[in-house]
């Protein structure tokens, strides 16, 4: 009654038509409602007063959600005081844990509904809603979940072609398949690409590979590869590359990471030509790995690989494959992949270029 008769005064000075009356009234009862549902409220040192419902603290970061600036992160030693209406559960550094509604009280301090002790803002813990999950038991979650090894696979398809004064014709295909969680994981790759120039066969090249990683200490990793390719434009029936070593993850941001790799290698790599002499060689590998999300839309990666011979360092191989990454859709996983990929071989079989590179444009379906 008191809101309705509030109601009638104030419409009453704007006019009588009944549409209005009602719009009003509703608008009131709601802005009324939203008043004593919003109410938890939390005072900055520079004065700031912030009304909404406080979600939690976790790190040191108190959550607050606003009608009018959606959910807010403030620092706990920038509250100068703090207040709910509802219970709170409240667990401090010694890991002990109350419960009710924070009363207001000034200089980062405050006291619980039906509780004795004074609590200040750096000796909480963790603070969270009372039909909220408990920080200690998502943080268990999360930690068990990291450790579940999942699949992920990408299947890449490049095709090409014209006709006309010049007929020519590309096919690429590449799979790649990983089995990991944060500590290890393995991955596998399979790629085929083959190209004709006016009926002549300028690309035929099959490739194959392995690789463990497991991580033993906070930066550090051992892993164990091996690759296995044919290629029959370079008369190479197979190059085959084992190696065994470190990789140290010397950047891991969110959207930024560098890793190094260096250990031993043996290379053997088999001629199909008869003037050529086989390798079979122990070897250093040594290696770059590098990934950024530079946008939502526009990532960059890259992989390089370098194996000299430990008999001659002058005898190596050199591969690499630098790419662009466009995620075509949010929805679903297809990427738009637009990169380089090549290797230098410094003893190529005679009569063959060292360098052997390409551009390739690739569309990635990714899948579970």
Do not use: C
């Amino acid at each position: 009654m008191f809101i309705y008769w509030e109601a009638e005064n104030s419409i009453g000075l704007l006019g009588d038509d009944k549409n209005s009356r009602m719009n009003k009234i509703f608008f009131i009862i709601g802005f009324f409602f939203q008043a004593h549902a919003w109410s938890d409220q939390i005072k900055t040192l520079d004065g700031s007063i912030l009304q909404g419902d406080i979600l939690g603290m976790v790190d040191g970061n108190v959550s607050i959600e606003t009608v009018y600036a959606g959910t807010l992160k403030i620092p706990e030693d920038q509250i100068s005081a703090i207040s709910s209406t509802r219970e709170l559960s409240v667990r401090t550094e010694d890991n002990r844990t109350f419960r009710g509604k924070i009363d207001f009280s000034e200089n980062g301090n405050f006291s619980l509904e039906n509780q004795n002790e004074i609590f200040s803002l750096p000796m909480v813990r963790h603070l969270w809603q009372e039909d909220a999950d408990d920080p200690l038991i998502l943080t268990a979650q999360q930690k068990a979940e990291a450790l579940l090894l999942n699949w992920i696979h990408a299947l890449g398809l490049d095709l090409t072609g014209s006709s006309g004064n010049v007929d020519n014709f590309g096919l690429g295909i590449r799979l790649d398949s990983s089995f990991s969680n944060q500590f290890r994981g393995y991955d596998i790759y399979l790629s085929y690409n083959k190209a004709e120039n006016d009926s002549t066969v300028v690309e035929d090249e099959t490739k194959i590979g392995a690789e463990y990683d497991s991580r033993f200490y906070d930066t550090l990793s051992w892993y164990a590869k091996a690759d296995l390719e044919n290629d029959k434009l370079e008369e190479i029936d197979l190059r085959a590359t084992t190696a065994l070593g470190l990789k140290y993850n010397w950047i891991e941001e969110q959207d930024y990471k560098i890793a190094l790799r260096s250990g031993l290698a043996f290379r053997y790599e088999k001629s199909g030509s008869s003037d050529t002499k086989n390798q079979n060689d122990p070897a250093i590998d040594l290696g770059l790995e590098y990934s950024h999300d530079i946008k939502d839309y526009l990532a960059l990666e890259s992989d390089l690989t370098f194996i000299p011979s430990l008999s001659n360092l002058e005898k190596f191989l050199f591969s690499s494959d630098t790419a662009v990454v466009f995620p075509l859709t949010k929805e679903i996983n297809w990427n738009l992949r637009s990169g380089l990929v090549g290797t230098y071989n410094s003893t190529p079989v005679e009569s063959k270029e060292e360098m052997d590179i390409k551009y390739y444009i690739r569309l990635v379906y990714l899948f579970k």
